[in-house]
């Protein structure tokens, strides 16, 4: 995996496992995937340590108000437990599976997949991750999946270990999601993560980095006021302290995909390191006996991914003129398929 790029003291965890190993679980190379709901608002503390405050709030009509269990509030790094999820999810249905709210997941895969240790307190954490994302209550009237209703909920419904080595550690864990976050999946209300998200070390980071990407979309840059940001990530820093965390990001300068820098009027503006490719719209229309040929070359795999990519290597050939769409594509599955 390439590193984010890095212009100044700051420094992404190193990648633990390599590209070989990514998402294993069920789906052939699943990207990762995160619900628009909780990349908007402030559902997970960005705190270290057991946070036990009640968190509310309250913007442009949306309203939250998250209540922590005994073990304290879902954080933001248990987060990688839903978004595993969420990821093996759009995989799922993108190859035409039949999929519902629970998974059983392979716990040795979800920490390879997020980029964590496989030591024995690292399965001491996932367990404890766990408990506190089925602990943590939600109230909200943020809509999934076009559904608007004022409803509490756990972020996960319940989780099980279902097989243990013989040390004790989880092998195997059911986990149900929560349907509000179930219904985000299957409405496609999702967005693409970079997979160096996973290598952001500080919780602040990773909130800003969620943050860049909801809102940038598919413009080239986002600006934004400290005031507004420091209320969108739920830190609960004082505004002056908050701006010196931002401040420390700007110079490290390793934010994956964007660029940060601060303007006048006390604003920061997010820009895209790279522009967005030429996604080849334009590309001749593949028959859908086509894609079901692609997915006989590629098992599990995402076809309407390698569609896109297809789409975008045509464009950035020059857009030749094809006497076979259907087999210049199938070309183009067979050759991924043994790189």
Same mark, same amino acid.
């Given at each position: 995996?390439?590193?984010?790029?890095?212009?100044?003291?700051?420094?992404?965890?190193?990648?633990?496992?390599?590209?070989?190993?990514?998402?294993?679980?069920?789906?052939?190379?699943?990207?990762?995937?995160?619900?628009?709901?909780?990349?908007?608002?402030?559902?997970?503390?960005?705190?270290?340590?057991?946070?036990?405050?009640?968190?509310?709030?309250?913007?442009?009509?949306? $309203?939250?108000?998250?209540?922590?269990?005994?073990?304290?509030?879902?954080?933001?790094?248990?987060?990688?437990?839903?978004?595993?999820?969420?990821?093996?999810?759009?995989?799922?249905?993108?190859?035409?599976?039949?999929?519902?709210?629970?998974?059983?997941?392979?716990?040795?895969?979800?920490?390879?997949?997020?980029? =964590?240790?496989?030591?024995?307190?690292?399965? !001491?954490?996932?367990?404890?991750?766990?408990?506190?994302?089925?602990?943590? !209550?939600?109230?909200?009237?943020?809509?999934?999946?076009?559904?608007?209703?004022?409803?509490?909920?756990?972020?996960?419904?319940?989780?099980?270990?279902? #097989?243990?080595?013989?040390?004790?550690?989880?092998?195997?864990?059911?986990?149900?999601?929560?349907?509000?976050?179930?219904?985000?999946?299957?409405?496609?209300?999702?967005?693409?993560?970079? !997979?160096?998200?996973?290598?952001?070390?500080?919780?602040?980071? #990773? =909130?800003?980095?969620?943050?860049?990407?909801?809102?940038?979309?598919?413009?080239?840059?986002?600006?934004?006021?400290?005031?507004?940001?420091?209320?969108?990530?739920?830190?609960?820093?004082?505004?002056?302290?908050?701006?010196?965390?931002?401040?420390?990001?700007?110079?490290?300068?390793?934010?994956?995909?964007?660029?940060?820098?601060?303007?006048?009027?006390?604003?920061?503006?997010?820009? #895209?390191?790279?522009?967005?490719?030429?996604?080849?719209?334009?590309?001749?229309?593949?028959?859908? $006996?086509?894609?079901?040929?692609?997915?006989?070359?590629?098992?599990?795999?995402?076809?309407?991914?390698?569609?896109?990519?297809?789409?975008?290597?045509?464009?950035?050939?020059?857009?030749?003129?094809? #006497?076979?769409?259907?087999?210049?594509?199938?070309?183009?599955?067979?050759? !991924?398929?043994?790189?």
């Amino acid at each position: 995996m390439a590193a984010a790029q890095s212009g100044g003291g700051g420094t992404l965890m190193p990648d633990r496992h390599g590209q070989m190993d990514f998402f294993i679980c069920d789906i052939f190379d699943a990207i990762p995937k995160d619900d628009l709901a909780t990349m908007e608002h402030p559902v997970f503390s960005l705190a270290t340590r057991p946070d036990r405050r009640i968190l509310r709030y309250a913007h442009n009509g949306a $309203e939250i108000e998250v209540i922590p269990s005994v073990k304290g509030l879902a954080t933001i790094h248990d987060k990688d437990i839903l978004i595993f999820c969420i990821s093996q999810l759009v995989a799922a249905l993108n190859a035409g599976r039949e999929v519902g709210r629970t998974l059983t997941l392979r716990a040795h895969d979800l920490l390879v997949a997020t980029n =964590r240790e496989t030591s024995g307190d690292a399965y !001491r954490r996932l367990r404890e991750a766990f408990e506190r994302l089925a602990g943590t !209550r939600i109230t909200t009237n943020i809509s999934t999946g076009e559904v608007e209703t004022t409803t509490g909920f756990g972020l996960i419904e319940s989780w099980e270990i279902l #097989r243990r080595s013989r040390g004790g550690r989880m092998i195997s864990v059911s986990v149900t999601l929560s349907d509000w976050l179930f219904r985000a999946v299957m409405a496609k209300s999702v967005l693409t993560l970079s !997979r160096d998200y996973f290598r952001l070390r500080k919780p602040l980071e #990773r =909130r800003i980095y969620e943050l860049a990407r909801k809102h940038c979309g598919r413009q080239a840059s986002w600006r934004v006021s400290v005031e507004v940001l420091l209320k969108k990530s739920g830190s609960a820093a004082p505004r002056r302290v908050f701006r010196a965390n931002l401040r420390k990001m700007i110079a490290s300068d390793h934010l994956p995909d964007y660029a940060m820098a601060e303007e006048e009027g006390d604003l920061v503006r997010f820009t #895209r390191r790279r522009p967005l490719r030429d996604k080849g719209a334009d590309a001749p229309a593949l028959a859908p $006996e086509t894609l079901e040929a692609a997915r006989a070359l590629t098992p599990g795999a995402d076809v309407y991914a390698l569609e896109a990519d297809w789409r975008a290597y045509w464009a950035a050939s020059g857009r030749p003129r094809l #006497r076979s769409a259907d087999a210049a594509f199938l070309g183009f599955v067979k050759a !991924r398929a043994k790189g």
